[in-house]
């Protein structure tokens, strides 16, 4: 089956420091979502990637669908405390919105005031 | 934007007991609900796949007769997690994919907020 791999798995930073994330797939994704989890919680949608080398800003998020079909990448710049959760970088193989999808691993994140 | 509501969002239980987790689109209509389970800190691994007015689809390795998947209407699915045993601990996370059209939106599948059952 697809696979996921992403990393880092976690990382401590001080507050305003930038951060990047990524995942790298086996197989051609035809969607990209990046998702971040707070304990107890559900995953929270924070950008969705159709196209690829398609780039996307939310706020202080920046990601990238990669060329290839089988990456893509989590910005946050200016890290602050409430960034603190669990990313995860899911894919869908599907032509369309409804396939199911393959999440990561995760990335744990910390960041100290 | 759209709501998905997952109920209860913490449940213990007595080994044995058999324990239901409700997952509602409250202003959509889904087709197809999925079922996750998530151990700490680890990914979310998908169970199930239930579509409105069929049989759900397991992924394999997963107990159909364990976890009962039920997708009666279009905006509700449960999952009944039967004769719980201590390893069933888990955060189990429903998601739903909405029909075309509406919501509005690119993106159509929304996550509930999740369960922790914990079975003693």
């Known amino acids: 089956g697809q696979q996921l791999n992403q990393s880092p798995q976690s990382m401590f930073i001080q507050e305003g420091e930038d951060v990047s994330m990524n995942c790298t797939s086996s197989s051609i994704f035809n969607t990209w979502l990046w998702y971040k989890q707070d304990p107890g919680e559900g995953p929270v949608l924070l950008i969705a990637?159709?196209?690829?080398?398609e780039l996307t800003s939310n706020g202080r998020l920046t990601a990238q669908f990669g060329i290839t079909r089988k990456d893509s990448f989590l910005n946050i710049s200016a890290s602050i405390p409430s960034d603190v959760g669990i990313y995860f970088c899911?894919?869908?193989?599907?032509?369309?919105?409804?396939?199911?999808?393959?999440f990561g691993q995760g990335t744990i994140l910390t960041v100290h005031p | 934007g759209a709501v998905v509501s997952q109920h209860p969002s913490r449940v213990i239980c007595k080994s044995g007991t058999s324990v239901k987790i409700e997952c509602r689109s409250l202003d959509f209509q889904a087709t197809t609900m999925f079922w996750y389970r998530q151990f700490p800190k680890k990914s979310l691994m998908l169970m199930a796949t239930s579509n409105e007015g069929s049989k759900a689809t397991y992924e394999q390795g997963v107990e159909k007769d364990k976890f009962l998947i039920n997708h009666a209407s279009l905006t509700l699915s449960t999952l009944t997690v039967t004769s719980a045993h201590p390893e069933d601990s888990s955060f189990y996370i429903c998601?739903?994919?909405?029909?075309?059209?509406?919501?509005?939106?690119?993106?159509?599948?929304?996550f509930g907020s999740g369960t922790q059952l914990s079975v003693l």
């Open positions: 998601s739903a994919r909405a029909r075309p059209g509406a919501p509005a939106t690119n993106e159509k599948l929304f």
């Open positions: 990637l159709y196209k690829a080398g």
């Open positions: 899911a894919g869908r193989a599907g032509g369309t919105s409804y396939g199911k999808l393959t």
